[in-house]
């Protein structure tokens, strides 16, 4: 039985969805055509069995992502109130943990070709902290790549690529 369920497809993907372990729910997923269906649900597998040290890992990265943004956007009160007050009414002042998850609120897998002999891919879901570039999460094997604003990069970029300011 197949973990992907492909619903379309248009120019740029294959598109579907899977039954998230981590965010209880089905989350639509996203395949590049010339990815291999094997590789698709190789991928899926492996997010599906994140052990607990990377996923605790992630959500501390995220919490760190969030409250650098909630600083930057304090600062610009003034432009943007709408944005600072979403953060303050709908967050609390100290995430901690795997709290960090419930704000994420329309995750989606990206699969782009392999360029080694391990998964690789893209978490990138909407949240409060940045309306704008929202929030997305790169793995690749066991690693934890990039956590940050989406900027476009799949799971194959050169390392130093994926360096954050926070």
């Given at each position: 039985m197949s973990l992907i369920c492909i619903q379309d497809q248009d120019e740029y993907f294959r598109n579907g969805t899977f039954a998230s372990v981590?965010?209880?729910?089905?989350?639509?997923v996203h395949i590049?055509?010339?990815?291999?269906?094997?590789?698709?649900?190789?991928?899926?597998?492996?997010?599906?069995?994140?052990?607990?040290?990377?996923?605790?890992?992630?959500?501390?990265?995220?919490?760190?992502?969030?409250?650098?943004?909630?600083?930057?956007?304090?600062e610009f009160e003034d432009v943007y109130p709408d944005i600072v007050e979403d953060i303050?009414?709908?967050i609390p002042e100290k995430l901690h943990g795997r709290e960090v998850l419930a704000f994420l609120t329309t995750p989606e897998m990206y699969i782009e070709p392999p360029e080694e002999a391990v998964c690789?891919?893209?978490?990138?879901?909407?949240?409060?902290w940045e309306p704008e570039h929202a929030l997305d999460w790169i793995i690749?094997?066991?690693?934890?790549?990039?956590?940050?604003?989406?900027?476009?990069?799949?799971a194959w970029q050169e390392e130093e690529d994926y360096e954050t300011i926070f």
């Open positions: 981590l965010f209880q729910r089905a989350i639509p590049d055509p010339e990815v291999d269906m094997a590789y698709a649900e190789q991928c899926v597998e492996h997010f599906n069995h994140l052990s607990d040290q990377m996923i605790d890992k992630f959500c501390e990265m995220a919490i760190a992502y969030c409250e650098f943004m909630r600083k930057e956007w304090k303050q009414r709908e690789g891919y893209s978490i990138s879901s909407a949240c409060v690749r094997g066991d690693k934890i790549l990039y956590v940050g604003s989406c900027e476009g990069m799949g």
